[in-house]
């Protein structure tokens, strides 16, 4: 494929460099700029997953930052024998070693998270070597450190105390030249490092010491006192000795990373590989980017997708953008869009084709997971208008020329998107020839998207079996685009409502409908026709789902209000039977203290006993009740005392005579009778009808 021409027909250059803004150095930008689209499944495969992963990281777990700089020149460097690399290079390296040091033991504690991101560093071992022989030289602040040689401490202690004969000799002269009025207001300042004092030029006779130069205006004399000039040029050739002990340290140190150049390489690669993940990954995560579901077989199933320049442009100006839904495989290979111009078309061609090539550059796309995406050997396209000035190739020419390549090449592995097809010619003889392109690519079993405003390849994709129609819905009434794609018919161009929508005069559209043959104006005209009717019934059909989710949920209150009262109603009519039983031993009780005047206590005390007897004797006789009584309305208990009945659904369809408690419910019922959907319970001496998915079984009380 050619994939320059590839990559500016879908703009895949700018997402690419969307994604180099995001990396920290400037091999990850060249590597993310140089992405293509790749075949090779496994390695495909695997990057997706470290991306997706590293996505994830965003909202989970967070990966430790790894942004060292990159030491290729270090390395280079190090091949040459005898070379020594600044401090700035080994410190470099230094950083590099304890990030990727950090990074491999976070991951293997978080393995279950990250697998296949540590998967990815397996082949590095976290090692200190390099990290010792460089902390055994500098300290933490990136200085080589005195207890580096022998020597150097030698040379610091002299020179440390050079510096404080110095200062205590400077301090003397100050004060004394001070006292005598001779100095500037400044007093003092620093020449070529060495520390001097500010004299007016009229005294600097007076002052004993060198003269290191006067200022601009030649008022102001720098002299150095005399006391310090030996001194101070001792303390120079210490500081060069200094230097050279550092360089011949650091040589040393060089002579020992050279011997880990090899593990120098990994890290350098193992950096920039890393930078070009957590990009990928950081550029997903701006346009909400998914792994979809691979498939092996040749397959587009993209759902609620998004083109992502188009997405992210609208998002920056708080405009929604209309995702698009496509199922292409081997039963319908060929999509043919059609409809008005600026109503979608291209843009649906073209995200179909940029997150295919995203896919298999090892990018997350902007779709749902559970889209279907596989690989494809070829992906050609034929976008735009390319007519070459150099070439001298008009546009027709160069779109046969790009189809020769079509056909040389498709197979069921390819992926073919093909915008305004057939155009640049004359309609009726550039149509026959784009009709014939169109069954020769349906006979290679190839993939692919087809925009057109020609007849006849809508009625082909009509004809052909594993070919579809589709259409950019346009709303007739408002002439505007709907930007909707509708799968399963072609679509009109309104081409004369478009006219209309743009001021042209309506009698020059009158004429020229007058000059377009009949056929085809009613053919238009029935499309039209039928998107409107289309749009209508939509419409309707959304509004009927409406309702009739409403019904569903005023149905559904309802039943449980009804049911909550019935409850109501069994809790009233058992605390009105209670009620009876106590009104009634309450008239027994009371005759009986009518009963007796005083005297007769042993007769009352008898017909006392012989009611108990005769109360005890019944619940003794009765046969035990098979229908529970309801509960009483429960009363406040203690915490200690705190009964909980905790239902569960039955693992099996209930029966008569099952036990069972409704949803948000205490009761316990008998199951007296099932008829499909519906359950007859008894609720002590009520008879009510339930949802069997309402009823529980009830389980035993624990103590909460």
């Known amino acids: 494929m050619n994939l320059n021409k590839v990559e500016d027909d879908l703009e895949f250059k700018k997402v690419k460099s969307m994604a180099a803004e995001y990396c920290h150095t400037e091999s990850g930008m060249q590597y993310c700029m140089q992405l293509s689209p790749s075949t090779n499944e496994e390695v495909l495969l695997f990057d997706l997953h470290c991306v997706k992963e590293y996505t994830e990281s965003f909202k989970n ?227 909400n980017a998914t792994f979809p579901t691979y498939h092996k077989e040749p397959t587009v199933e993209l759902i609620d997708a998004y083109h992502p320049l188009l997405m992210l442009e609208n998002k920056a100006s708080y405009t929604p953008t209309l995702p698009q839904s496509i199922h292409l495989d081997g039963d319908k290979r060929i999509l043919v869009i059609s409809g008005p111009n600026a109503g979608g078309k291209s843009i649906t061609l073209k995200t179909i084709g940029l997150l295919q090539i995203m896919f298999q550059s090892g990018m997350l796309i902007p779709a749902q997971p559970h889209s279907k995406v596989s690989l494809f050997n070829h992906i050609l396209t034929d976008i735009g208008d390319n007519q070459s000035i150099e070439n001298k190739l008009s546009t027709y020419s160069y779109r046969l020329q790009n189809m020769k390549h079509f056909l040389d090449v498709a197979d069921y592995r390819t992926l073919f998107l093909i915008d305004e097809f057939g155009t640049g010619s004359d309609p009726e003889l550039g149509g026959a020839l784009a009709e014939v392109f169109f069954e020769e690519l349906y006979h290679r079993d190839s993939i692919g998207v087809i925009t057109t405003h020609y007849a006849n390849i809508k009625i082909l994709a009509d004809r052909l079996p594993h070919a579809i129609n589709a259409s950019m819905l346009f709303n007739k009434e408002t ?143 009765a046969p035990k009740p098979q229908k529970p009584k309801l509960a009483p309305i429960e009363k406040q208990k203690s915490k200690l005392d705190l009964l909980v009945n905790q239902p569960v659904k039955p693992t099996k369809p209930l029966e008569k005579g099952d036990k069972v408690v409704i949803d948000q419910g205490e009761e316990v019922g008998i199951v007296d009778e099932i008829k499909g959907k519906k359950a007859f319970v008894i609720f002590g001496s009520l008879r009510t009808q339930v949802d069997v998915k309402r009823l529980n079984l009830p389980q035993k009380k624990k103590k909460r």
């Open 61 to 287: 777990l967070s990966i430790p930052g790894f942004q060292a700089e990159e030491i290729q020149l270090e390395i280079a460097r190090l091949k040459i024998p005898g070379s020594v690399l600044e401090a700035e290079g080994i410190l470099n390296i230094l950083s590099l070693n304890k990030g990727i040091n950090y990074l491999i033991q976070f991951l293997v504690k978080q393995e279950e998270i990250y697998p296949h991101l540590l998967k990815r560093l397996n082949h590095i071992e976290p090692t200190k070597t390099v990290i010792d022989l460089i902390e055994g030289i500098f300290d933490s602040h990136g200085e080589v450190k005195s207890s580096a040689s022998p020597t150097l401490s030698s040379i610091r202690r002299k020179m440390g105390g050079l510096r404080k004969e110095i200062e205590r000799n400077f301090l003397a002269e100050l004060a004394k030249y001070r006292n005598a009025g001779m100095l500037d207001d400044t007093k003092e300042s620093y020449i070529n490092g060495r520390r001097v004092l500010t004299v007016p030029s009229e005294f600097k006779r007076r002052v004993k010491g060198t003269l290191f130069g006067t200022s601009n205006s030649g008022k102001l004399s720098y002299i150095e006192p005399a006391s310090n000039v030996a001194l101070n040029n001792e303390l120079a050739y210490l500081q060069q000795e200094e230097r050279d002990e550092i360089y011949r340290i650091l040589k040393a140190l060089c002579d020992d990373l050279r011997e880990h150049v090899e593990q120098l390489e990994l890290w350098q690669v193992a950096l920039v590989d890393w930078d070009t993940i957590q990009a990928r990954a950081k550029l997903a995560n701006q346009m």
């Open 479 to 621: 002439l505007e685009p709907l930007f909707k794609l509708s799968i399963g018919q072609p679509g009109s161009s309104f081409t004369f409502e478009v006219a209309e929508k743009n001021n042209i005069p309506k009698h020059l559209i009158e004429d020229a409908k007058q000059r377009v043959e009949s056929g085809k104006l009613k053919l238009d005209e029935s499309i039209a026709s039928l998107h409107e009717e289309k749009n209508k019934l939509s419409a309707q059909i959304h509004d009927l789902a409406g309702q009739q989710r409403k019904i569903a949920e005023q149905g559904s209150d309802f039943d449980f209000r009804r049911e909550e009262y019935e409850f109501k109603l069994l809790r009233l009519q058992q605390t009105q039977q209670e009620h009876n039983d106590y009104i009634n031993y309450g008239k027994r009780l009371k005759e009986l203290l009518d009963s007796y005047n005083g005297k007769n206590i042993k007769k009352v005390i008898a017909e006392f006993v012989k009611q108990l007897k005769i109360e005890f004797t019944k619940r003794q006789t």
